[in-house]
């Protein structure tokens, strides 16, 4: 856990992933939930200070929002976690999927409704509710190899993103990748030269560093 980690930092934590999954539309996998939460705690001092992140096998990794996904304390019976399908590759990868249970809708409106009054006075509330709107609806629509790319390719993040079991696989499909984010309207084809270099630059991705398998971008802004 994080350093001096209390019990109200673990009910924040919560309340955070319940915020994230609504603004997503109520259903992500569970490396969706890691990696937007990583985006937002590269954004937010404060949020910097509730968990931990560490280089993993995956990318950026956070043990403590891992446990708290699978076992909630506070925010009871608001998700449920749906374990990957056997003999699902793309569910073996993203390590199943996390769902808002109706009692959550009723509690994440509750949360918004709360957050949104107080981000009129609280600059951090502002900046949270901010945040968690530019990532949430834009990487929760990504496929995994798309997340992992931004995630991957982006030299802000490369403490985090050492080779992986997946890297080479997510640089193969480089240009595809690319080509499907101009699709989606992530990036604009103006953009997708610039990508494509970005990745070819992104040497660290492949080094013969390999993080240890157990836990030890599209930039957003207030990432660096």
């Known amino acids: ?23 997503a539309g109520g259903r992500v996998s569970v490396l969706h939930l890691q990696k937007m939460f990583f985006l937002l705690w590269r ?3 404060e949020v910097r200070r509730l968990v931990q992140f560490v280089p993993h096998f995956k990318g950026p990794y956070s043990q403590d929002l891992q446990g708290i996904i699978k076992n909630p304390t506070y925010v009871i019976d608001c ?10 590759k793309v569910d073996r990868i993203v390590g199943g999927y996390v769902e808002i249970t109706p009692k959550g809708w009723g509690v994440y409106r509750l949360l918004v409704e709360g957050l949104t009054e107080k981000a ?16 949430a609806p834009l990487y929760s629509k990504l496929e995994w190899d798309e997340l992992l790319f931004l995630i991957y390719t982006d030299e802000t993040n490369k403490d985090f ?4 079991e997946l890297s080479k696989e997510v640089l193969a499909r480089a240009e595809s990748i690319v080509n499907r984010l101009v699709k989606k309207g992530v990036i604009t084809e103006d953009m997708k030269e610039a990508l494509l270099k970005r990745a070819k630059r992104s040497k660290w991705i492949t080094s013969d560093n390999h993080p240890p398998k157990d836990p030890v971008i599209i930039n957003v802004p207030g990432s660096t």
């Open 1 to 23: 856990m994080a350093e001096n980690f209390s019990e109200e930092d673990i009910e924040t934590v919560e309340y955070l992933i319940l915020l994230i999954l609504g603004k």
């Open 43 to 45: 954004f937010h001092p």
């Open 79 to 88: 998700w449920t976690y749906v374990p990957p399908r056997k003999g699902s």
């Open 120 to 135: 009129k006075e609280d600059k951090d509330a502002l900046r949270i509710l901010s945040a968690v709107d530019l990532i």
């Open 161 to 164: 993103s050492t080779r992986s």
